[in-house]
């Protein structure tokens, strides 16, 4: 499979944005698809995922409330972030998992080439 993260952007605190993840090749519906994001000089870190087949969803503590992830016929999984702050400018990546809940990011496989997320102050 292949995955690739579109959608990133320059944008203000407040401000909101939506991010993409397309798959294509073989994909299977017992995936957990996650983001994750990074900054420079810091581990990846688990942002958001959720489970094609089950439909559940789970997220890291820094965005709960703000940010939503979905899914859509199993092959786009999508991030809407809101309420954007300055601490959350990174590159955005998105992942594939056999491990449900998981959040680490050793779980997950088939890393997309990222996009950057810059919200400024």
């Known amino acids: 499979v292949q995955l690739q993260a579109f959608g990133g952007g320059l944008v203000q605190a407040g401000d909101s944005v939506r991010l993409s993840c397309a798959a294509s090749?073989?994909?299977?519906?017992?995936?957990?698809m996650g983001w994750f994001r990074q900054t420079p000089g810091k581990e990846r870190e688990f942002v958001a995922a959720i489970s094609w087949s089950r439909g559940t969803t789970y997220y890291a503590d820094s965005v709960k409330g703000r940010f939503t992830i979905s899914g859509d016929n199993y092959q786009t999984v999508t991030l809407q972030m809101n309420s954007l702050k300055p601490e959350d400018t990174a590159v955005y990546y998105c992942?594939?998992?056999?491990?449900?809940?998981?959040?680490?990011?050793?779980?997950?496989?088939?890393w997309g080439q990222g996009t950057l997320v810059t919200v400024s102050s």
């Open positions: 090749g073989r994909i299977f519906s017992s995936w957990i």
């Open positions: 992942a594939k998992s056999i491990q449900h809940g998981s959040t680490r990011s050793g779980d997950f496989s088939s």
